[in-house]
C-alpha cells in the first residue's frame, strides 16, 4: 500500500536511525560500524538532540513502517539499521549543516520515491515507554 506523502517525522526518524547508528560519521566505510545498528532508545535519543523533541509513539511506528516499506531501514533484533538502499540515500544527499539535515533528507525522500507501508512492525505504548526511560532516564 502506496502512502501519498513523506512526512517529515519520516525523515526526522530516518536521520536518527543515521547518526544513531553512526553512519554519518566521517563518512566511514559501512563496515567499520557495529553491525546490529542502533536500538529504539538510542533512535530516540538521537532524534530528539536533533529536534528538541521526543518523537511520539505513533510516529516513529508510521515512520518506520514506511521506511521499512521503501527498502531504506531494516529491523533486526531490536535494532534499526540502513539498509544498502538507505545507506545509498544518505552518502548521495547534498551536504548540509546539522540544523538543515532533516529538511534536507524530506526533500530528498519526496523527490525519490512515494513511500509504501510495512504493517509488520509495530511499536507498543509498552517498549515505546520503555525506550524513552532507557533514553532519558537520570
Known amino acids: 500500500m502506496a502512502e501519498a506523502d513523506w512526512n517529515r517525522s519520516d525523515a526526522w526518524i530516518f536521520v ?3 547518526i544513531g547508528g553512526g553512519a554519518g560519521r566521517h563518512l566511514r566505510s ?6 546490529e ?4 532508545a538510542g533512535v530516540l535519543a538521537t532524534a530528539e538532540h536533533l529536534q528538541d523533541a521526543i518523537p511520539a509513539r505513533d ?15 531494516m529491523v533486526q533484533d531490536g535494532f534499526f539499521r540502513l539498509t ?3 545507506e545509498r540515500l544518505w552518502r548521495t544527499r ?3 549543516g546539522l540544523s538543515s539535515t ?7 525522500l519526496t523527490r525519490n520515491q512515494p513511500p509504501a507501508t510495512d504493517p509488520t512492525w509495530t511499536l507498543t505504548e ?3 515507554a520503555a525506550a524513552v526511560r532507557a533514553a532519558f532516564a537520570p
Do not use: F, K, W
Open 30 to 35: 559501512p563496515n567499520t560500524r557495529r553491525p
Open 102 to 108: 532533516v529538511d534536507t533528507m524530506h526533500g530528498i
Open 59 to 73: 510516529e516513529v511506528e508510521s515512520a518506520i513502517q514506511r521506511l521499512c516499506g521503501t527498502d531504506l531501514v
Open 37 to 40: 545498528g542502533v536500538p529504539l
Open 126 to 128: 509498552a517498549d515505546y
Open 84 to 86: 544498502q538502499s538507505g
Open 16 to 18: 536518527s536511525v543515521v
Open 94 to 96: 547534498p551536504r548540509s
